[in-house]
């Protein structure tokens, strides 16, 4: 004769099982957060086509191949605004690029 599991095992059993299936969720969502990331990395945020590293007065910069777009990681607007040896317009435009950012920090609500 086959003994009906009391209602303490079957809740244990719930619960085991609700456990696995959280843990495997968890899994699931951090390998397809993993993929998208993947999917991104080097990638223009503009047009989606892949970017390339090029070394601008011994600042590595990141630029699209398709479209030509410039993209800065953190620190790097800071690094090429400090060298003084920046010619014609792309100094002009990263000095009033931070000149701005600078502005825009120091007032009040920004």
């Not at 070394?55 to 060298?83: F, K, Q, T």
């Not at 040896?85 to 950012?101: I, K, N």
Request: proline fraction near 5%.
């Amino acid at each position: 004769m086959t003994e009906k599991p009391s209602q303490n095992e079957d809740e244990y059993f719930a619960r085991e099982n609700a456990e696995l299936l959280r843990r495997q969720r968890e899994r699931m969502d951090a390998a397809r957060a993993e993929e998208e990331r993947k999917s991104h990395y080097m990638k223009c945020p503009k047009d989606g086509h892949n970017l390339f590293t090029t070394v601008y007065h011994d600042v590595s910069i990141d630029r699209c191949e398709r479209c030509g777009g410039v993209w800065l990681d953190p620190g790097e607007l800071d690094a090429l605004a400090r060298n003084p040896d920046q010619p014609g317009v792309l100094g002009r435009v990263v000095s009033d690029v931070m000149s701005t950012l600078r502005r825009n920090r120091s007032e009040p609500g920004a």
